[in-house]
């Protein structure tokens, strides 16, 4: 997969050094009244598509960032809860049976037994 792309950026490099030679061309640029760049063509377009993304790139870096924050969280988290679940679980003992209070005196339902 490497290669591949290794292979499409150099293409890409030569489709633009073959634009830029063909194209390289003195423009006058007005930057506002009373000020005049004089620049070549492919200069000015580099310059016009930087100018465009660097922007959108601080903008893509920025949600990774957050996105990341928020992932690294839900996994400390996760790892939190595992760490609770997997823990060794001591045994709790049944309480004592309490004996029934020797009253004499029996209800109708339950059978009374007398040594």
């Given at each position: 997969m490497?290669?591949?792309?290794?292979?499409i950026w150099v293409l890409l490099t030569a489709v633009l050094v073959i634009f830029a030679m063909?194209?390289?061309l003195p423009v006058t640029v007005t930057i506002w009244p009373g000020q005049v760049l004089d620049?070549?063509?492919?200069?000015?377009?580099?310059?016009?598509?930087?100018i465009g993304s660097v922007p959108m790139w601080i903008a893509l870096r920025t949600t990774r960032w957050s996105l990341k924050r928020r992932l690294d969280t839900s996994e400390r988290q996760l790892a939190d809860m595992r760490a609770l679940a997997n823990?060794?679980?001591?045994p709790v003992s049944a309480p004592a049976p309490t004996p029934a209070p020797a009253t004499g005196t029996a209800s109708p339902s339950l059978p009374l037994d007398i040594p």
């Open positions: 490497g290669i591949l792309r290794t292979i063909a194209n390289w620049t070549k063509l492919p200069v000015l377009i580099l310059a016009a598509f930087l823990r060794p679980v001591e």
